[in-house]
């Protein structure tokens, strides 16, 4: 990234500092305010993260008002439904905003920036940027050629280099944090868009993954998350190691007491991992969220998943007989091409012999560029409403009896902060990946301490320190 030799020391606005991890340079922002929204994966979440970080550097000042906001960006995903529309409506909503503020400045990020670039402009004249997922770090220098110089831009440029080097910008990281292994993704399941919003896979060095979670912890982090599209195909650029290499080099080297990741695909799930998870399971947890999409083998092929339903229910259960208390999480697309009520119905037999704590069930959404988009027998809309609605049902009659085994037992949790509900009780995790809520004192966050399980309901438990 090229910056000009700019001068130090804009003053923030009365009320507002710049957060303590960042320094500003960069006299791009002069101050001014910039609010962002973020749609989709915790990828997004991450992204924008960085881009706030970029901006802070360049002394702009994150505001969660839109309304006193000199720049607002969306930080769009396209992995589902409508999001082109989503987005235009979103910035239909801040028109009487350009109209009180003639220098507010509006931009889309994201999958949609990346997958729409300039054709965004075209639709809508409240639309001043767009950028793309490969593109954030040359968000101040977009910045200042929409507002000082006047002009309309969209860049979302792809880098194909060999390497992937990134640094990881958090601006105060928290309890828990993101640490991004791998970008993009080369496995083009038939209903998926991400191969060509986020480009091919891409990891970044093994031994720079390591640094950064050594920093991060020296900075007060006591969880990383691992992300990833795919994190278990990950391979260091140098050869140095594998996904299960990296896991072993950060639980060994670093002093982070929490490793997660996510997304861990079934094909490349293997014995490797499944060792490590028993090996780590204190830093570990005993939690894995494996994505089947159907229960039925011939959908699973025109999806291109890479397994069949044998295969994974195998791996499955490979993974309960090594740790009989993992809990497990899943994704399912219903109505894709093709499915037939007796696809349908392995779905719903799979969601039931596997038992999983959470199902998270989405209708097929045909993606511009996927090769599903061109499949014939698309689904009526009437019955992806009818199995998302026998899914969530099934879902509802497992999930008690999933959740109620944890009612009495204690778990160590590691506590996050207060409860984004109520400010006055505490929050964390189990390591099954619950949440659960308790009261406590609040210096008792970033430290793991045993909480016992008092109430378990579907989406949270309610617990009281031991
Ligand atoms: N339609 C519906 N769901 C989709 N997903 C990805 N692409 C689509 C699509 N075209 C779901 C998958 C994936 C999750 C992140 O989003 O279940 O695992
Ligand atoms: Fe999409 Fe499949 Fe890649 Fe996941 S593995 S990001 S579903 S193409």
Do not use: W
């Not at 409403?385 to 085994?405: C, G, V």
């Amino acid at each position: 990234m090229k910056h000009s030799n700019n001068r130090v020391g804009a003053t923030p606005k009365p009320g507002r500092r710049y957060s303590d991890a960042v320094q500003s340079p960069y006299n791009i922002g002069r101050g001014d305010l910039v609010y962002v929204t973020t749609y989709g994966c915790q990828m997004n979440d991450h992204d924008t993260e960085r881009m706030l970080y970029q901006l802070e550097l360049n002394q702009f000042l994150q505001t969660q008002d839109p309304s006193e906001a000199d720049v607002i960006i969306i930080n769009s995903c396209s992995v589902r439904e409508k999001p082109v529309h989503k987005v235009m409506s979103e910035i239909g909503t801040y028109r009487p905003l350009k109209a009180k503020n003639p220098k507010l400045k509006i931009g889309i990020g994201g999958c949609v920036g990346q997958q729409e670039g300039k054709n965004l402009l075209a639709k809508s004249r409240l639309l001043d940027f767009v950028f793309g997922t490969d593109t954030i770090d040359s968000l101040p220098q977009i910045l200042q050629e929409v507002r000082d110089q006047n002009k309309r831009v969209a860049l979302t440029s792809m880098d194909h280099r060999g390497t992937y080097e990134i640094s990881t910008l958090i601006r105060n990281p928290k309890v828990s944090s993101f640490v991004t292994i791998t970008k993009g993704c080369d496995n083009f399941c038939s209903f998926c868009i991400v191969p060509f919003t986020r480009g091919r896979e891409k990891s970044r060095l093994l031994s720079e993954l390591v640094t950064d979670v050594k920093v991060l912890v020296e900075r007060g982090v006591k969880e990383v998350t691992l992300l990833g599209q795919n994190v278990n195909s990950y391979k260091s650029p140098d050869g140095s190691g594998g996904f299960g290499d990296l896991l072993r080099a950060i639980c060994d080297e670093t002093q982070i007491k929490r490793l997660r990741f996510t997304t861990s695909h079934p094909k490349d799930f293997d014995d490797d991992l499944i060792e490590i998870l028993v090996n780590y399971r204190e830093k570990l947890g005993d939690f894995v969220h494996l994505p089947v999409q159907s229960g039925s083998s011939q959908i699973l092929e025109r999806m291109n998943r890479g397994y069949t339903r044998e295969e994974y229910l195998e791996k499955v259960n490979r993974l309960k007989n090594k740790m009989p208390h993992v809990a497990l999480s899943t994704d399912i697309i219903v109505g894709f091409p093709g499915e037939t009520d007796e696809d349908f119905a392995q779905t719903l037999s799979l969601i039931e012999t596997v038992g999983y704590e959470n199902v998270y069930a989405f209708k097929y959404s045909p993606r511009p560029f996927t090769k599903a988009l061109k499949y014939s027998e698309q689904v009526s809309e009437v019955i992806k409403d009818k199995r998302l609605q026998e899914i969530n049902d099934l879902q509802e009659r497992l999930a008690p009896t999933a959740i109620e085994k944890y009612h009495g037992q204690i778990f160590p949790v590691l506590v996050e902060g207060p409860s984004r509900t109520n400010q006055n009780i505490l929050t964390g995790r189990t390591t099954h990946n619950k949440v659960i809520n308790f009261d406590g004192k609040m210096d008792l966050i970033g430290h793991i301490i045993p909480i016992k399980v008092i109430k378990a309901q579907q989406f949270s438990l309610r617990g009281e320190v031991v």
